[in-house]
Structure formats: structure tokens, C-alpha cells
């Protein structure tokens, strides 16, 4: 029985070694291969003198080297960190120091960029870089810097852990302040890993293509319910959506994930051939598939199965609808994924009858550990299952989404809308405080309100609505010059709204309902799914 996120490559590797587990550009490693890169990451990393649970942040782009960071730093007894490769230092610097990261796997590249902000990450020791440039010139006064070659010899393994020990942190933006970390056991991800791989029937044979971040929990996924299938996956950094459906057609791909906007891209693309009859399913989560759009595709695809899907960061993935009841249900979420319960529950605690509203409550073993650090936002997300029998005495803990939901009288669940202001873009989870904390960095805005505004390929855009500076004029071009110097492109906003002054609520807040009202039509409304 598999119980450790790193044992999923390893048993595939003693089981079949000979069989690919990763394909990049024109490199393919083999389970073998792969199973003996984790272990010596692992024992380097021991030998390196990282304690049991110690953080190993990986910034690079998706490689080899990325896939064995996480898989050795689980093997390791160590916790790894999948930092966006699109973030920008200061971004990167806020993760390398709230969760204390001892080692950094990243490029020399990417090491230099992020030189003056690396006196920010104290508790950061070790630096390890992949690739051939060299790196002279990179200040390591505070940090060993080694190559990935050079990397020690080891003896021992790791460190012991047991399956609800921490393995990963992924950092997810709240609807206020900066980026969060869920913490994630091992138990959490085996388990989505195992559900997920079970109702999308994964098998050896599969050859699922990674177009998403690895950063991103759906992202992910892709390696983990490969890997415990013993299939292989194909690693891709796209640049233009022609290319997702390039590489597919090369790999004669039969799993694609992707969110809103990719689909959209892609649904008009002429799909190769060799797509058409290799590609088994493809799954959509991080927001809502347009109806139009998954027309298309069905349409494209005839025998393609398309499993529409629902999840959270900090419970991974909760519900899907299976592709049987896509004419029936075209809107519903579905129903809760193997291993999981949800439930609808009112302002009072207790379960919704059909058709009403209430919180989507996840349980089970998916649920994730809280916020790395963070008591308060764990408390106001992570709390009691309702429903408890009384006579358990020990708490069982529940995410409560923020969402609400309702359930049809056949148990199948349908969105409503969002509780707090999140922004949900390009199929990223957006605070809008850090956009403003961001704009006024550029000391060119007196007032600046971020907002998501509907929109029909995106999901929803960012929109800033702010009123100048004393003594600056409204220069829209240069904010969004400085928006870009501090912020990932997907956060900078799509359209920037100047005001003398802001709309505020009787409490003197800014009226973030009343401008969200106001924008609305400002890109059409959006063909909901």
C-alpha cells in the first residue's frame, strides 16, 4: 500500500524501470532513471546536513530537475517548496522567507536575478543551480552555492516520516495580503493522487502532456496520478497555444489538463490528426469551462471525454461531473470525487436541503493542514466538520470554501458565487491587496481599488480603478510599467479606470461591490458554464 508521496515514482520504478516517466523537449527518463536521480537527491541532501522537515524550495522551469527536487525532498524526509516560474523576485523572496527555505534549486540565471533579494531569506543556506553558465558574479555571502553535478555522494536516505507528516507547501493567494502557504501531508496528496487517477481510469499506457505550473496543486496532479498509474508525462512551458496541441500531437497524448482561458485558445486551433485519436480525456478546473467553448471541443474531440472539475488549494480537488451527465447537468460541478464528502451547509451550521444555498464544506483526507505559520486565516478557513457524531470526542477538522453552492435533488452540486473578493484570472486564485499594495509601490496613485470584472475568455479580469497621485498625472502606460517590474504578468492589471475619487461604503471602506457593479459589462458578459 502506497502511503508516501515519493514512494508513488519509486514502486513504478521497481516495477516496471524500463518504462518512460518523463519526456522533455528531446530527453525521456525512464522509471529506472528516475527512481535513481530521487535517491541520490535525497541522500545529497542528507549529506548536505537538512534536517527532517526542512523546507527545499525548486524555481525553475518544468525539467528533469524540477520533478526530481520534489520527489528527492520527500524522499528526504524534507518539505518541498514549487515556486511559479513566472513570479518576480520580490514575489519569490516573500515565499523563500515566510516559510523559512534552507535550500533553493533554481538556474544560474534565475540565481542572479534574484541576488538583491536573497539578503531578504536569512534562514536560506544552501543554493543549488542547474545548467552550464556559470555563476560568477553572484553574491553568496549568506548561502553555499553548489552546481546540481556537484552535488554530494550520501549513505543515508532520510529522514523517517509517516504519512501525515508535511510534504509540500504551495502558496495560494487569500483574498487579502500576499501569497499564503497550505501546508500539505503526504496523505493528502497520495490520496488526491489515488481519487483522481481512479475516475479519469489512468493506466500505464497513458501519456498525459503537463502544461500547467507545478506551483498550481492541478498543475501537479499531472505528475502524482501519473505516477501512481505508471504513465508517463510530457513537459511542456508553452509560449503559444499552438504549441500545447504541437506537442500533444508528438507525444500522441491521451490526458490534457487545462483551465478557461487555454481551452478558449485552443478551441478554434485546427487539432492535429493524431490528437483526435490518441487524446482519452482532458479536464478543466480553476474556474468555469464556457459552454460555447466546451461545444467546441466536444465537437473537435468526438471521442474525448471531458470531466469538468472543482477543487481548492487547501482540499486539492473536490468534485467532478462525470462525462455521462455533461447533456444532462451542463452546469453542475458535479459530485464529490472518490475519498471525499461535501456538503452544503447554511449560516446556521446545519446541512441544506436541494436548491438551498449554502457553503461548500469538504472533508475527508484531502483536507490539508491549515496555512504554514498563519493561526488566524487557518482559523477562519479550517474548521469542525458539521454533522459530528457526539459521542467522538476528537475534532474533526473541514475546509469551509467561502463558497456557495447548492445541490439539485440528485445530489449534484451547482456554483453560486464567492464570499470573499478573490480574483480568479487565467485560472490563478488573485488577492487584490497585493495588486494594490504593488500599485502604490509606484507611489503614482493616491487611491487604487483592485477588482475581477467578468470576462469572457479569462474568467474574469483585473481591473484597477484608481484616482492619481498628488502632482502625477494619469499615465496608464507607466503604472502598468511598474505593475510589471514587481508583479507575475498574469496579475498586472487588463484595464486601468482613472477617478478623481473612489466610492466608499458608511464604514469610509472603498465600495468594492459598487465598483465590481459598475465594470461589469466592461468586457461583455462571459458564456457561463
Not at 9 to 20: F, Q
Not at 55 to 61: D, G, S, W
Not at 76 to 86: D, I, K, L, T, W
Not at 221 to 236: E, H, K
Amino acid at each position: 500500500m502506497t502511503t508516501l508521496l515519493h514512494e508513488l515514482p519509486l514502486r513504478a520504478a521497481l516495477a516496471h524501470p524500463e518504462r518512460p516517466a518523463l519526456r522533455h523537449k528531446e530527453q525521456t527518463v525512464d522509471y529506472g532513471t528516475l527512481g535513481s536521480e530521487i535517491e541520490r537527491f535525497a541522500r545529497a541532501v542528507i549529506a548536505l546536513g537538512l534536517e527532517r522537515q526542512e523546507r527545499i524550495a525548486v524555481f525553475l522551469p518544468k525539467q528533469a530537475e524540477t520533478v526530481i527536487t520534489m520527489f528527492g525532498a520527500a524522499r528526504a524526509g524534507c518539505v518541498f517548496v514549487p515556486v511559479n516560474s513566472v513570479l518576480k523576485p520580490p514575489q519569490v523572496a516573500h515565499i523563500l522567507k515566510d516559510c523559512n527555505v534552507r535550500l533553493l534549486v533554481t538556474s544560474p540565471e534565475r540565481a542572479r536575478d534574484l541576488a538583491t533579494v536573497l539578503p531578504e531569506c536569512p534562514d536560506l543556506r544552501l543554493i543549488v543551480t542547474v545548467g552550464n553558465r556559470p555563476t560568477e558574479g553572484l553574491d553568496t555571502a549568506q548561502a553555499e552555492l553548489l552546481t546540481w553535478q556537484d552535488l554530494p555522494t550520501g549513505t543515508s536516505a532520510g529522514h523517517r516520516v509517516v504519512d501525515t507528516d508535511v510534504v509540500s507547501i504551495f502558496y495560494t493567494s487569500g483574498s487579502t495580503g500576499r501569497p499564503k502557504g497550505v501546508v500539505l501531508s503526504h496523505r493528502n496528496m497520495v490520496a488526491g493522487a489515488l481519487s483522481v487517477a481512479s475516475y479519469l481510469e489512468n493506466t500505464p499506457e497513458d501519456r498525459l502532456l503537463a502544461v500547467l505550473p507545478f506551483s498550481f496543486d492541478y498543475g501537479f496532479s499531472q505528475l502524482s496520478t501519473a505516477f501512481v498509474s505508471g504513465a508517463s508525462v510530457a513537459l511542456i512551458d508553452y509560449l503559444f497555444a499552438r504549441d500545447v496541441l504541437t506537442l500533444a500531437a508528438k507525444e500522441r497524448a491521451t490526458g490534457l489538463a487545462g483551465v478557461p482561458p487555454l481551452w478558449l485558445q485552443i478551441a478554434d486551433l485546427p487539432w492535429p490528426d493524431e490528437v483526435v485519436r490518441s487524446l482519452r480525456y482532458i479536464t478543466n478546473s480553476g474556474g468555469a469551462m464556457p459552454v460555447a467553448t466546451l461545444r467546441k471541443l466536444r465537437a473537435a474531440l468526438p471521442n474525448t471525454k471531458p470531466y469538468l472539475m472543482y477543487g481548492l488549494t487547501e482540499a486539492f480537488r473536490s468534485t467532478y461531473l462525470p462525462p455521462e451527465e455533461l447533456d444532462r447537468r451542463p452546469e453542475s460541478m458535479g459530485k464529490a470525487i472518490p475519498n471525499a464528502e461535501i456538503l452544503v451547509v447554511n449560516s446556521d451550521g446545519k446541512l441544506c436541503g436541494p436548491d438551498e444555498p449554502g457553503e461548500l464544506v469538504h472533508r475527508g483526507a484531502l483536507v490539508s493542514l491549515g496555512y504554514w505559520n498563519d493561526p488566524a486565516k487557518t482559523a477562519e478557513r479550517f474548521k469542525p466538520a458539521p454533522a459530528r457524531d457526539p459521542a467522538l470526542v476528537l475534532t474533526e477538522m473541514a475546509v469551509w470554501s467561502g463558497d456557495t453552492v447548492r445541490t439539485d435533488a440528485d445530489g449534484f452540486l451547482y456554483f453560486i458565487g464567492r464570499r470573499d473578493e478573490m480574483i480568479k484570472t487565467s485560472g490563478y486564485r488573485v488577492s487584490p491587496t497585493e495588486i494594490e499594495e504593488a500599485v502604490y509601490a509606484s507611489q503614482l496613485v493616491g487611491d487604487a481599488v483592485a477588482v475581477g470584472v467578468p470576462h469572457p475568455s479569462l474568467g474574469q479580469a483585473i481591473v484597477l480603478v484608481a484616482s492619481p497621485a498628488p502632482g502625477q498625472t494619469a499615465d496608464t502606460k507607466r503604472l502598468l510599467d511598474e505593475c510589471r517590474k514587481r508583479m507575475a504578468l498574469y496579475m498586472v492589471p487588463l484595464h486601468v479606470e482613472w477617478r478623481e475619487a473612489l466610492p466608499r461604503n458608511p464604514n469610509g471602506k472603498f465600495d468594492r461591490p459598487q465598483l465590481a457593479a459598475q465594470l461589469r459589462g466592461l468586457f461583455g458578459e462571459p458564456d457561463k458554464a
